[in-house]
């Protein structure tokens, strides 16, 4: 009985990691809640930049995905990026996305960036 429960683990996992969703450069996420029933982990909408494969940089300052300037983001943030160039990957693995997101409301900033899992992402609503 205990071997029948692993197996179907194992196959609720294959499932669920097949059925991933695949997110386009620029779609706006959050990361999700472990427990269903609770908010999204991140309050700040993420914005796609690095999809599976992608190759990320750090040049000068500047955060680059296969060799082209990110831009859609303040100077500021770019520059904090970039200054903690070991939470980039040099490639974005299989499965996986880069996010980054930056938030501005009433002289509160929120930011984050990263790279997650496909299933641990939603699109944001």
Known sequence: MKHVAVILALVATTVAYAQSPAF?????????????DRPAAT???LTIVGLPNDRLSVTNG???VND???EQF???FLERVAAAPERIPPQVPPGHYFVMGEQRLNNHISEYWGQHAAGSLETAR
């Open 24 to 36: 386009s450069r620029g779609e706006h996420v959050r990361v999700r809640a472990l427990d269903p």
């Open 43 to 45: 309050a700040v909408v």
């Open 62 to 64: 500047m955060v680059y």
């Open 68 to 70: 082209v300037p990110l």
């Open 74 to 76: 303040s100077r500021d």
